[in-house]
């Protein structure tokens, strides 16, 4: 059984920092694509952030300049940190990855999300 452990979301001020992580575990073979997402109240859900196992990454506009997406593929673990935080990141975080398990089948993975709240 795979799981997306998250954690490091909670409470911060305007123009503060967050570090968010993502840690798989389970029987894992290999993990490909890897992301994050949020969502906020009334809204649908929408992507913040993706790297891939090689190391490259995209970003949705909204947060570009203000975060970084990272890996380690040893640790089987995504980071995203956030930096200049605005209200309007006010979201549920939610981690995503495409693993591969033993039996060479791939599936889509979500974690049970971190709330993220930027207020003062």
């Known amino acids: 059984q795979v799981q997306l452990v998250e954690s490091g979301g909670g409470l911060v001020q305007p123009g503060g920092s967050l570090r968010l992580s993502c840690a798989a575990s389970?029987?894992?073979?290999?993990?490909?694509?890897m992301g994050w997402y949020r969502q906020a109240p009334g809204k649908p859900r929408e992507l913040v952030a993706t790297?891939?196992?090689?190391?490259?990454?995209n970003y949705a506009d909204s947060v570009k300049g203000r975060s970084t997406i990272s890996r380690d593929n040893a640790k089987n673990t995504v980071y995203l940190q956030m930096n200049m935080l605005k209200p309007e990141d006010t979201a549920v975080y939610y981690c995503?990855?495409?693993?591969?398990?033993?039996?060479?089948?791939?599936?889509?993975?979500w974690g049970q999300g971190t709330q993220v709240t930027v207020s003062s």
């Open positions: 389970g029987r894992i073979l290999s993990i490909g694509l």
């Open positions: 995503n990855a495409q693993i591969r398990n033993e039996n060479y089948l791939t599936y889509n993975y």
């Open positions: 790297i891939t196992s090689d190391g490259s990454t």
